[in-house]
């Protein structure tokens, strides 16, 4: 009984953050995808990544987010949120099959990788990864 109450009163708190109202996380989003466009630009990741679905020296970088890719091993991996932080900060880690091990690590802080992940995120049509909810998208280069 005890615990049943202390489960109800803890849930609460939960739900209200959910009920967020959708314009201001809406807002929040499209300021996370529009930093991380302007760090794919100032990072110069676009010399390596295209995000048009050419490969360059590095594979393109729309449409993936969500999707299976093989690695050098053969493995066939989700790529996550989790797979994402880590192709941009330790890139050695998992090797995309068919490129070469030529990405440097990124050292930056937990903000700027979010953001370079949501872009990425927000280059990803509902097409290509069916489940993944539809993300604000601010440009392709
Ligand atoms: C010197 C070229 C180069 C630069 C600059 C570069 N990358 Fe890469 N990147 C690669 C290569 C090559 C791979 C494939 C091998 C691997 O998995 O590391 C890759 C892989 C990736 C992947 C995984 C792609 C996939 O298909 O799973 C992501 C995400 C990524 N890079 C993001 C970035 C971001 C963001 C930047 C800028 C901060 C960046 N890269 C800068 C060369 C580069």
């Given at each position: 009984m005890l615990s049943a109450f202390f489960w109800l009163g803890c849930s609460k708190p939960s739900q209200?953050?959910?009920?967020?109202?959708?314009?201001?996380?809406?807002?929040?989003?499209?300021?996370?995808?529009?930093?991380?466009?302007?760090?794919?630009?100032?990072?110069?990741?676009?010399?390596?990544?295209?995000?048009t679905g050419v490969s360059l020296v590095g594979p393109a970088v729309n449409d993936i987010y969500g999707t299976e890719v093989t690695l050098i091993d053969r493995a066939r991996v989700v790529r996550d949120e989790e797979y994402m932080k880590l192709a941009i900060t330790?890139?050695?880690?998992?090797?995309?099959?068919?490129f070469g091990n030529t990405m440097p690590a990124y050292r930056l802080d937990d903000g700027s990788v979010d953001a370079l992940v949501a872009y990425i995120r927000s280059l990803t049509r509902q097409e290509a990864s069916p489940h993944l909810p539809s993300m604000p998208h601010v440009g392709n280069e």
């Open positions: 209200e953050h959910e009920k967020k109202p959708v314009a201001e996380a809406r807002l929040s989003q499209v300021e996370l995808v529009e930093k991380g466009h302007r760090l794919h630009r100032q990072l110069n990741c676009g010399s390596c990544h295209s995000t330790d890139p050695a880690r998992h090797l995309v099959a068919g």
